[in-house]
């Protein structure tokens, strides 16, 4: 996987584990599989965020989400 795809992926993991993990603390269900998939989030945007800041730092997150978009949509 390429590092870019990796970014984007850890954004949309993020984006709908947070509500998981709300719903799943209102309702008092178990919390460790909803967490273990945030914290696969989270490494999914530092790995490529950290290994070359140029290009994936938060300033370019746009740039590469809008490439990633395009060449998932033909």
Not at 56 to 69: D, F, H, I, K, Q
Request: net charge negative; hydrophobic share 60%; proline share 8%.
């Amino acid at each position: 996987m390429d590092l870019d795809t990796m970014l984007v992926v850890g954004f949309v993991l993020g984006l709908f584990s947070i509500p998981a993990i709300l719903a799943a603390w209102s309702e008092n269900r178990p919390l460790y599989f909803r967490l273990s998939v945030l914290a696969l989030a989270l490494g999914f945007i530092a790995w490529p965020t950290l290994r070359f800041p140029a290009e994936y730092g938060p300033s370019n997150w746009v740039e590469v989400s809008l490439t990633v978009a395009a060449r998932i949509i033909p």
